[in-house]
């Protein structure tokens, strides 16, 4: 069927990064000797001697297990579409076999550009159902501007497969029949909390191993921790004031930007007012020490409902708050389906009916100018999307 894939739909290449730096991507194992870990795919700058000194590929879009597994999550679309987007190249180079995953040593890495002593760290979450994978593109145009990108394979159940290097595996939405009423329908709205709470976990895990490196480590004394921001898309958007709401003690995050976010699971809503959810946000200013917060959303998917909680987040949080509507764009413009299947997309209406590619280096543009502002001190005006 590859021969009619490519008919309908050309594969489909990402656009080139924008930034100075070569992009360098691995899958990495961070263990822990209570659970099985953490898996992630990291994204870090690199430059052409880093390319000279060790062998060295292309990476691979995404591992064909996981790729399989992504099927049933696709439709509409064909079944072998799946199959299709591993033919897809990234820009990006590794110097690991199919990126299966490895520990963070310095085992054979490419070695992180030297062109600043450290570099400020972006925690990427994914969206329900997703992948690190299908925010390539996004991941790798902010990691060619200076930015490490890390971004976990979540292991709430809402990743489609997470295999570990020991083969142990987590399905998706393994712990859903824990959340089943007397009706027999799931309690959606603890459930969804309960997953919630584990990603923000995965969030806390990851910068707290990282921050405890050894000179072994690929990333030793090259992330600025002082300059840690978070963005997510859909659930990941969640998870990134869910992140900001709980972990607000630690003191881990300088600004927050929230893509097309799903704000269900964290109960502005007065439905949920006697919840014992640990996300429940009162009319009190939930941070002590408000950051920056930038809700970028779609036109065409978002509701009032949830656009309702996110002006009460926003306003609550600080005077550094932002919200912007991208023109004639749907849920899915966010991630690499709108880049490598347009025509498929659109006509499952999974995207708007403009131009992908034309949305794509908006938001490239919106994300660099923001976490540049933000975490590297850049002179940017956002005050046309400020929050009044």
């Given at each position: ?46 430059d052409q001697g880093s ?75 994914h969206g329900m159902y ?259």
């Open positions: 069927m590859s021969w009619l894939m490519n008919l309908v739909s050309p594969i489909g290449t990402l656009p080139k990064p924008t930034g100075p730096y070569l992009v360098a991507v691995e899958v990495l194992h961070i263990e822990d000797a209570n659970t099985p870990g953490i898996l992630c795919k990291v994204w870090y700058p690199i390319l000279e000194e060790k062998q060295h590929h292309v990476a691979h879009y995404m591992q064909s297990e996981i790729s399989e597994s992504m099927q049933s999550l696709l439709k509409p679309l064909p079944g072998f579409v799946a199959n299709h987007i591993l033919s897809t190249k990234t820009n990006a180079y590794t110097a690991g076999v199919d990126q299966h995953p490895h520990t963070t040593k310095n085992n054979g890495y490419l070695k992180p550009s030297n062109n600043l002593d450290k570099y400020p760290l972006i925690m990427f979450s997703g992948l690190p994978e299908n925010y390539t593109h996004i991941c790798e145009n902010l990691c060619s501007n200076g930015f490490i990108v890390i971004s976990p394979y979540h292991t709430d159940g809402s990743c489609p497969l997470v295999i570990y290097p020991n083969g142990q595996r987590i399905e998706l939405e393994y712990e859903k029949d824990k959340f089943i009423k007397e009706d027999g329908t799931a309690d959606l709205f603890s459930y969804r909390s309960h997953q919630l709470s584990i990603r923000v976990q995965n969030i806390d895990n990851i910068l707290e191993f990282l921050k405890k490196e050894r000179e072994e480590s690929l990333f030793f004394g090259k992330i600025d921790f002082d300059k840690v921001g978070i963005c997510g898309h859909s659930f990941g958007g969640c998870t990134t004031v869910g992140s900001i709401l709980k972990l607000q003690n630690k003191k881990l995050f300088k600004c927050a930007c929230s893509m097309d976010g799903w704000m269900f699971p964290l109960a502005t809503h007065a439905d949920f007012s006697n919840s014992e959810s640990e996300f429940i946000i009162s009319t009190q200013p939930f941070r002590k020490e408000p950051i920056p917060l930038f809700f970028i959303n779609s036109d065409l998917w978002q509701w009032k409902e949830n656009l309702d909680e996110m002006n009460i987040l926003v306003k609550l949080n600080s005077e550094e708050g932002y919200m912007y509507a991208m023109t004639d764009t749907q849920h899915h413009n966010y991630n690499d389906i709108a880049l490598l299947m347009p025509k498929l997309a659109k006509w499952a209406k999974k995207i708007g009916t403009g131009d992908p590619f034309a949305h794509s280096a908006e938001l490239d543009n919106l994300l660099n100018s923001y976490f540049s502002k933000y975490l590297c001190g850049a002179e940017v005006d956002l005050s046309k999307y400020k929050v009044q």
